[in-house]
């Protein structure tokens, strides 16, 4: 069973949804760099379960501890292992499931693999996962604060200051639009009256991507986005560029030209989405999403778009 991702900066999750706990082994963290557990429990925090009516109603503390790789205050270069213990894992809820498999869960997957499975809640399938990536997450953090000052001459296209994140968190739904949080929060609200739960698209644009990021065959830039996003539980579909629209579009269509701008070769590109709709054209319209190849071939832009049930 595959469970650790990455190359020099390591993860491993453990455990399972209603085993005693659940954490992360990190290795490949530099030593000397200043941690606290606080700093990790900051993140777990906002993704610990129970904290509104539009969130999972399971009552967790989700209290992160840092059983190996950190002393007095500073990393150790050594793995670090953390881990949070579960309280509320109502094992007695899943006693009907003994012997069911649930629908579109990794019931009955995890049975005929491996013979075997661990039928109060979702074992290692659950959401609950997640919370080893959020504590490495939180180092990884660190590490890019302390050692990444700049890369290549980049510069925000968007004032932060526009969207803070004081504006992210003033609502249960954490989106800084107000008026979209509103409807967001009803729909979802509707959708738990009915005893029913929703899906959505998350997206995300990378500005100021190196020319050359990625690399050919195995280790192409999109198939290791991919791998990345569709880990994640309920995940079921990526995109890059025009994505699978693209297949309905000729070849002629699809195409990204390249143009000179300044003395550099660049790839024909639109801006892309955010929150007030589509900003500043420019030739093209970003069929490729900012990799040909399968290497980034657009200092401005790569995009990927991941949609989950």
């Not at 009552?59 to 500073?74: N, P, T, W």
């Not at 894992?89 to 075997?116: L, Q, T």
């Not at 990884?140 to 803070?164: E, M, N």
Request: with cysteine; proline share 4%; charged share 25%.
């Amino acid at each position: 069973m595959a469970n650790t991702f990455g190359h020099l900066f390591r993860i491993t999750t453990w455990g399972e949804s209603h085993g005693d706990a659940i954490g992360v082994a990190v290795d490949g963290c530099p030593p000397r760099l200043p941690l606290e557990v606080e700093e990790i429990q900051k993140e777990l925090d906002r993704r610990r379960p129970g904290q509104s009516e539009i969130s999972t109603q399971r009552r967790e503390g989700d209290r992160a501890e840092i059983l190996s790789g950190v002393f007095e205050g500073e990393t150790l270069g050594t793995p670090i292992l953390i881990g949070v213990w579960n309280s509320d894992a109502r094992s007695k809820d899943y006693d009907h499931m003994r012997r069911v498999y649930r629908p579109s869960h990794a019931d009955y997957s995890y049975d005929a693999k491996y013979g075997i499975r661990n039928w109060k809640g979702g074992g290692r399938a659950s959401a609950r996962e997640t919370i080893g990536r959020v504590a490495a997450g939180a180092i990884a953090k660190k590490i890019l604060a302390r050692y990444v000052k700049q890369v290549w001459k980049l510069h925000a296209d968007v004032d932060p200051s526009t969207v803070t994140q004081e504006d992210v968190e003033s609502n249960i739904a954490r989106c800084p639009d107000q008026d979209m949080a509103v409807q967001i929060i009803e729909r979802i609200k509707e959708a738990r009256k009915d005893g029913d739960s929703l899906g959505g698209v998350v997206e995300c644009v990378a500005r100021g991507v190196p020319v050359g990021l990625g690399e050919p065959v195995f280790d192409k830039l999109e198939a290791d986005l991919a791998k990345a996003v569709l880990s994640m539980p309920a995940c079921k579909g990526f995109e890059v560029g025009s994505g699978f629209g693209g297949t309905t579009q000729t070849g002629s269509q699809h195409n990204d030209p390249f143009y000179s701008e300044g003395g550099r070769i660049r790839n024909a590109h639109q801006q892309l989405w955010w929150h007030t709709g589509w900003h500043q054209q420019r030739r093209g319209h970003h069929h490729q999403g900012g990799v040909q190849a399968h290497r980034n071939d657009n200092a401005r832009a790569g995009y990927g778009r991941c949609r989950w049930q």
